[in-house]
């Protein structure tokens, strides 16, 4: 098991340099830069600009120079926010969304897997085609159209919750985004868990705990649960590690000063340092998370073996 | 990146939608939108817009940032809160030459730092200096061009001296330019054997006579030069803070001097930027807020739902959209005025068949600019200079709509049957497109120029939209067909501003379009003194720009914002700039604002 964490860990080292090294590329055929707006620059201010900020070095000084950063952990500064590095900003921009984003995954896990259980331990009857239905909803209803939704009943018309912004943790702001942004995955994971448990269920070593005369309470939790939830496991490495780099529009419905603003708008302002930052960072994040998954496979199902 | 815009479309339209049908119940009866109680502290929340780049008021050039610039630093004058013209700030007065190419400034005595120390001449030399220094890399400093020598210094030139005599070689009474590049110098003839003197700060037309006066010389008469003090790029900057700290990092909390009423206390990017009265601001004492809370947002429903919600008590200019107006300018905080921004399409004059100033001027006579402005809630505009924003300024409107002779001009220009009419199928309509930066608003401009021309001339002009940095590159290179979108936002309150960006071939003129005689005229017209006769000379210059018809004017947009009626001192000036230490709350009903306040000018 270490040496299989050990090789997968080594992995990500390439894999996040191949990464880093295609958005390099592609932000670089991207027109424009993070200084041209409105107003054109005029060339002796782009010189002195491009000078300033080492634009004018060599492709592959720039490209060591990004390459070494990401190496030292050090990011360096954003281009557009001056003075700002892109560690900080990712620092202080990261608890917002992690916050956010694993709450919302929290519930929707509680909700969701309550829901999906249930639904399959009373397959066909109303509590399933009830759980269902709303889980299908859940599906079909983006989370952009839900957010307004929920502002509109919540602080326009009861004024129970503030329509955005954020006010640290725990507060009443953090509600809306966190339903928002769970609805969708609750959904999801209702429908994982309803199908995952229903294929353990029909499997033979239930139906031989069932004729030994265990009770189904006894049956649900202590025997399908395990293997019913895998498929919902798998399910929530990946969707972990995107909830909490950040949730674009989440955090642009309810103004939350998350990750996610920042990378949609160091993409719009040509941000290289802080582009390339934040694609480091998260994939990070997914190759650490996946891996994760990969180890929670092993304790909860017993024919797992790594070596 | 085209998903993420289609997103915040939808995003948008949905939250209008759904704010709109709710909005009914609070505020039908007191007339105002949503919540009218004023806040329990004495704390001003704005809405400000983008996130600011950086509080390094020579860094940035945006509008957002302006407006929190106006609460940490001074200037030499500040704007009128109503009418945007120049007052006394750390300048008690000001006179100048009658040529207009000299200005003095006389400081006040009591002017001080956020860290207590008096705010000096010398002071605004070293920010005039820095604001240049192309180390500093400032993108607005072309801003004091106009001072001898600043362009030289910014862009790294030199002068050249005789070796023999020690003589400088002169343009006029002024040391002569050349560039600071080695290879281009090569190439001119009149340097051989000359030495290269570089230059340096100290050659730029400012200095301090004595610690409270500051003198500026400039290379033309430039009657607007006060008026450019308030701009942010003139605003003071600490030498202390900035040599400790370096460029980077002086702005932040803890490191940050500022001059101006508030100086800052808090700072979370994307969430919110507080700045609190600062007790050694030379006129602390009429400073009505104990601190503003600006937040950086830019989803315009968002906005209207914390402003509906009481959560804010005004936001910057466009944070109305644009489906909500209708029903928002019934209410009585709807702030909105003239923009002191013109919206219009560029021409590019050097492809065909828009190299044909006829073919330009018939797309512009037949575009119905009075349908337009009600569509876009904005005034029509047949000029280039903003109309309605600059008092006494009267331009000639050259082409107003017509669509006969718009089609006569379109046969003159050789797109005829036989009968020598207008043939709309002769016409090569895919050379000349409709191309904008991608947003909902462009797009129903775009789309209703199109519908236009089809309809009126029976051409069908492709469309085309870019992103945002991709159409900028585009359009600086000339490298579009046909018109362009743009629009230009006044660095000051003149009509120059907007009429020097056809002064040279490049930067901002983006069309091809160049002509010496527009740049007599205008220097011809910065020489005279007398105001009036000034406006009527830019008046000229502006007649033969529009007849060149490499701009094709469209509109002059509504600042469209709100303002809770508790917010006193707060006015819809044509650039939605507030000088923030007039604003305050007003706690006493009876005196609130019922509808747009009094824009009467305050004798200063």
Redesign the interface.
């Known amino acids: 098991m270490a040496r299989f964490v050990i090789r997968r860990l080594l992995t990500t080292i390439p894999m996040i340099l191949i990464v880093v090294s295609a958005t390099w590329v592609l932000i670089r055929m991207?027109?424009?830069?993070f200084?041209?707006?409105?107003?054109?620059?005029?060339?002796?201010?782009e010189?002195?600009?491009r000078?300033?900020?080492g634009l004018n070095r060599p492709w592959y000084v720039q490209y060591g120079k990004m390459i070494g950063n990401i190496v030292k952990g050090d990011f360096g500064?954003s281009l557009?926010?001056?003075?700002?590095s892109v560690n900080e900003?990712i620092s202080?921009?990261f608890p917002v969304s992690a916050t956010i984003g694993i709450l919302a995954y929290a519930l929707a896990l509680l909700l969701g897997g309550f829901a999906g259980i249930i639904a399959a331990s009373r397959q066909n009857s109303r509590a399933d085609y009830s759980s269902m239905t709303l889980a299908m909803f859940g599906i079909s209803i983006p989370n952009?159209?839900l957010g307004?939704?929920l502002?509109?009943f919540f602080?326009?018309?009861l004024?129970w919750f503030?329509?955005?912004?954020?006010d640290g943790f725990p507060s009443r702001s953090m509600v809306l985004p966190v339903i928002t942004l769970s609805a969708i995955y609750m959904a999801y994971i209702a429908r994982l868990a309803r199908s995952g448990m229903l294929e353990v269920l029909r499997s033979d070593y239930i139906r031989t705990a069932k004729a030994k005369g265990l009770s189904e309470r006894a049956i649900l939790i202590r025997h399908a649960l395990r293997g019913g939830l895998l498929p919902v496991v798998s399910f929530t490495g990946p969707v972990l590690a995107l909830l909490i780099t950040g949730t674009?529009?989440v955090e642009?419905?309810?103004?939350?000063?998350?990750m996610g603003?920042?990378f949609?708008?160091a993409?719009?302002n040509?941000d290289e340092p802080l582009i390339i930052g934040i694609v480091a960072f998260s994939s990070m994040a997914i190759l650490l998370f996946n891996l994760l998954v990969d180890v929670a496979y092993a304790f909860i199902d017993p024919r797992i073996r790594y070596s | 990146?085209k998903s993420?815009q289609t997103?915040?479309l939808?995003?948008i339209a949905?939250?209008g939608t759904?704010?709109l049908?709710?909005?009914g119940?609070s505020s039908a009866d007191s007339g105002f939108f949503?919540k009218t109680d004023p806040p329990a502290t004495n704390i001003l929340r704005y809405v400000s817009g983008d996130?600011p780049?950086?509080l390094?008021p020579h860094?940035?050039?945006?509008q957002p940032e302006g407006r929190i610039y106006m609460a940490l630093y001074e200037g030499l004058t500040e704007y009128d809160p109503k009418t945007l013209a120049p007052i006394p700030a750390v300048a008690e007065r000001w006179e100048s030459n009658t040529e207009l190419t000299e200005f003095t400034f006389y400081l006040r005595k009591n002017a001080r730092w956020s860290n207590g120390d008096p705010i000096t001449a010398q002071d605004f030399v070293y920010s005039l200096r820095r604001g240049l220094n192309?180390?500093?890399?400032?993108?607005t400093?072309?801003m004091a061009y106009a001072i001898v020598n600043a362009?030289g210094y910014?862009?790294?030139g030199v002068f050249a001296k005789d070796r023999t005599t020690g003589q400088f070689l002169m343009d006029g009474h002024l040391r002569k330019v050349f560039p600071g590049d080695d290879t281009a110098r090569a190439k001119m003839p009149e340097l051989a054997g000359k030495e290269i003197v570089p230059i340096k700060d100290e050659d730029v037309g400012v200095v301090a006579v004595d610690d409270y006066t500051v003198k500026y010389s400039l290379v033309n008469s430039a009657p607007y030069f006060v008026g450019m003090m308030p701009h942010q790029f003139f605003k003071l900057v600490p030498r202390k803070a900035i040599e400790q700290y370096g460029?980077?990092?002086?702005?932040?909390p803890g490191n940050i001097i500022t001059s101006g009423p508030f100086k800052l206390k808090e700072w979370?990017?994307?969430?919110r930027i507080v700045v609190e009265r600062d007790p050694m601001y030379w006129d602390a004492a009429n400073v009505k807020l104990d601190a503003i809370s600006f937040?950086p947002?830019?989803?315009n429903?968002?906005t209207m739902?914390?402003y509906?919600?009481g959560?804010i008590d005004a936001s910057h200019n466009h944070t109305v959209p644009n489906s909500w107006i209708d029903l928002m300018e019934t209410m009585k905080d709807y702030m909105d005025a003239p923009e002191m921004v013109n919206e219009y399409y560029q021409i590019n004059t050097t492809k065909p068949p828009m190299n044909d100033a006829r073919v330009r001027r018939a797309f512009s006579m037949a575009v119905d600019r009075v349908a337009l402005a009600k569509y876009r809630h904005a005034k029509p505009l047949y000029a280039f200079v903003p109309e309605g924003v600059f008092a006494g300024y009267r331009a000639v409107h050259v082409a107003t709509f017509d669509v006969e002779q718009s089609k006569k001009l379109l046969a003159e220009a050789g797109y005829r049957d036989a009968q020598g009419n207008f043939d709309p199928s002769k016409f090569p309509a895919n050379e000349a497109e409709v191309t904008y930066n991608t947003s909902d608003s462009n797009r129903q401009v775009a789309e209703f120029l199109q519908a236009q021309w089809k309809q009126n001339l029976g051409v069908t002009i492709p469309i085309k939209n870019m992103e945002?940095?991709?159409f900028?590159?585009?359009r600086?290179a000339l490298d579009y067909k046909g018109l362009a979108r743009s629009?230009w936002?006044g660095d000051y309150v003149d009509p120059y501003s907007y009429l020097s960006l056809f002064y040279t071939p490049?930067?901002?003129n983006?069309t091809g379009w160049w002509d010496p005689k527009y740049v007599a005229m205008l220097d011809d017209a910065n020489r005279t003194l007398d105001p009036a006769a000034r406006y009527e000379k830019l008046a000229k210059a502006e007649t033969l720009l529009l007849e060149s018809q490499a701009v094709l004017p469209l509109t002059v947009r509504s600042t469209s914002w709100m303002k809770k009626p508790y917010v006193k001192g707060m006015y819809p000036n044509p650039g939605t700039m507030h000088a923030w230490k007039f604003v305050y709350i007003e706690r006493d009903p009876a005196k609130w604002d019922h509808g747009v306040p009094d824009m009467t000018p305050d004798k200063n």
């Open positions: 991207a027109p424009g830069n200084y041209t707006g409105e107003r054109v620059v005029n060339p002796a201010i010189r002195n600009i000078e300033k900020y500064s557009r926010y001056e003075g700002q900003i202080k921009t952009f159209v307004p939704i502002v509109l602080s326009l018309s004024y503030p329509p955005a912004r954020w674009v529009v642009r419905i309810f103004a939350l000063p998350g603003n920042y949609i708008n993409n719009l040509r | 990146m993420f997103l915040r939808c995003v949905l939250m759904l704010s049908s709710g909005c119940v949503g996130e780049e950086s390094d860094i940035s050039s945006g192309p180390a500093t890399a400032s993108r400093s072309y362009q910014n862009e790294g460029d980077a990092r002086w702005t932040q979370i990017p994307y969430d937040y947002m830019t989803e429903p968002t739902n914390l509906k919600a959560a945002w940095k991709t900028l590159a585009t600086a629009g936002i490049r930067g901002d983006g």
